[in-house]
């Protein structure tokens, strides 16, 4: 019902920055609420950051707090997660989902998540 493609992934120096970007499309995704988690190989997958529907409630994981940023444009169906003082330990494969639950503020595990993208990698160099 909803599809997510992420994009924006690629290869940093440690202390860069880069923009992630998730589109969404067929069922309407401005009710819900969104995140990105992300998954090293044999590593279970870690909430990264959620945003609520509106984009006015965000909250993070303690190991991004102050460098990334997630937001949400509702009119292109679309969250980002701007990623800055990137760190070695911040390359793995990174998801967005999207949460059909009516009345949440924010999503922090995968359980909640009923829709992911495929993924797109970071690689942060030291």
């Known amino acids: 019902q909803v599809q997510l493609a992420e994009s924006g992934g690629g290869l940093v120096q440690a202390g860069g920055s880069l923009r992630l970007s998730c589109a969404a499309s067929g069922r309407r995704i401005s009710s819900y609420v969104l995140g990105w988690f992300r998954q090293t190989p044999g590593k279970e997958r870690e909430f990264v950051a959620t945003v609520s529907s509106s984009g006015a409630s965000t909250y993070y994981a303690d190991s991004v707090t102050g460098r990334f940023t997630i937001s949400r444009d509702n009119a292109k169906a679309t969250v980002y997660l701007q990623m800055n003082s990137l760190k070695p330990e911040d390359t793995a494969v990174y998801y967005c989902?999207?949460?059909?639950?009516?009345?949440?503020?924010?999503?922090?595990?995968?359980?909640?998540?009923?829709?992911w993208g495929q993924g797109t990698q970071v690689t942060v160099s030291s």
């Open positions: 989902a999207v949460d059909v639950t009516v009345g949440k503020r924010y999503a922090t595990t995968m359980r909640e998540y009923d829709y």
